[in-house]
């Protein structure tokens, strides 16, 4: 199984940062690609961001230019994503949970979820 623990979110004024670190431990090899998804109330879950394992990004149209993803992988026991988001604004507000994708044969796992709210 893939245990994920998500950091970070918060309460940030519009123009400002906010930094989203995800950690997956447990059967590493079994996934593929990890990401961030966020969901505002009354919308349905979006892709803010993915990664894949040997790198390859993927982004939402939402974070483009304004959001980074980046994976650290230690001694192949954990994976941390990190999103950095940067010019923030209040339509970022939504709880952003982080994925893991696992290949064939294997259930996708998320997080808990985060609260990002952007105050105008």
């Known amino acids: 199984q893939v245990q994920l623990v998500e950091f970070g979110g918060g309460l940030v004024q519009a123009g400002g940062s906010l930094r989203l670190s995800c950690v997956a431990s447990?059967?590493?090899?079994?996934?593929?690609?990890m990401g961030w998804y966020r969901q505002a109330p009354g919308n349905q879950r979006e892709l803010v961001a993915t990664?894949?394992?040997?790198?390859?990004?993927?982004?939402?149209d939402t974070a483009k230019g304004r959001f980074t993803i980046s994976k650290i992988s230690r001694d192949g026991a954990k994976i941390t994503v990190v999103l950095q988001m940067d010019s923030l604004k209040p339509e970022d507000t939504a709880v952003y949970y982080c994925?893991?994708?696992?290949?064939?044969?294997?259930?996708?796992?998320w997080g808990q979820g985060t609260q990002v709210t952007v105050s105008s």
């Open positions: 994925n893991a994708a696992r290949y064939a044969g294997a259930v996708d796992v």
């Open positions: 447990g059967r590493i090899p079994s996934i593929r690609a």
């Open positions: 990664i894949t394992r040997d790198g390859t990004t993927q982004y939402g």
